[in-house]
């Protein structure tokens, strides 16, 4: 079925806000730092940052504490699984992230006060800052910039050309025709920007450790990316078919045209 000029801008428009929609998303699930407790939680749950976190801070204050390396290391790592032992870690963990993807070019400091509390020990409040060897990853700071560029301008053009198409005025079908395919489009990024690319291809840029915090936080967000994802492919579908269901029963309804209906007196003559 050929488009008029109204559905196809309408119909650019919904793709152009599902890309938006989709780095969104993928903004908000990789490149969005929290001292929030549940994204510590869940960035300490990648064994090699937490094995960095624990050892940095064991090889400093394991000797004015008079315990060994091993000892201390293996109780900042239990603690830190745990939601109270990254609430005391979610500060330095947040400026990680922030280092990582670029938005922060601070070094990352681990306090005397914040050693005090990890390893419960006052005298570990006499230690100096600690530093952790979190490094700018130069593609990553350059993903987040587009994305979040991408996210503006795909919205900006997407609300653009629906005033145009609108105006230009639609024929029947075409608006909830260009709305399905919007949201089968939405879907789907959502699912691949939110989790295919963090847990895969974003991981590959670097070979720090910390570039774990994707998975990490990409699999925390698992639950809301499918709830999203499917919901809109569904959602997009089940338009669809309905917009296909009712075009084919206006055509069934329809008359004869006056020329159609000569021809066949002809023919019965």
């Not at 937490?50 to 290391?73: C, E, F, G, H, M």
């Not at 490094?135 to 996210?151: C, E, Y």
Request: proline share 4%; aromatic share 6%.
């Amino acid at each position: 079925m050929r488009r008029s000029l109204a559905g196809l801008l309408l119909l650019v428009s919904c793709v152009l806000m599902a890309i938006s929609i989709s780095t969104w998303w993928f903004q908000h699930v990789a490149f969005s730092p929290s001292a929030d407790t549940s994204v510590a939680h869940a960035i300490l749950g990648d064994a090699e940052i937490r094995s960095d976190v624990a050892t940095l801070i064991a090889s400093a204050d394991a000797a004015p504490l008079n315990v060994s390396t091993t000892q201390l290391k293996e109780f900042v790592e239990q603690i830190s699984r745990l939601n109270d032992g990254a609430a005391l870690m979610r500060g330095f963990v947040s400026d990680a992230h922030a280092r990582l993807i670029g938005e922060n070019d601070a070094p990352v400091i681990i306090t005397p006060t914040e050693q005090y509390t990890i390893v419960r020990d006052e005298r570990a409040a006499l230690s100096p800052d600690l530093t952790l060897p979190v490094p700018i990853v130069g593609s990553l700071s350059f993903i987040n910039t587009a994305t979040r560029w991408i996210m503006i301008a795909s919205a900006a053009g997407a609300l653009l050309l629906f005033i145009a198409g609108f105006l230009t005025r639609p024929e029947r079908g075409e608006l909830t025709f260009a709305l399905a395919v919007g949201l089968a489009v939405t879907g789907v990024g959502v699912i691949l920007l939110g989790y295919l690319v963090p847990v895969g291809p974003l991981t590959g840029l670097s070979e720090s450790t910390w570039m774990g915090v994707f998975p990490r936080l990409a699999n925390k967000s698992l639950g809301s990316t499918l709830l999203l994802g499917i919901t809109s492919i569904v959602s997009g579908v089940i338009i669809m078919l309905g917009t296909t269901s009712l075009r084919q029963r206006r055509q069934r309804s329809t008359p004869l045209s006056v020329s159609r209906y000569r021809e066949q007196q002809a023919w019965s003559r």
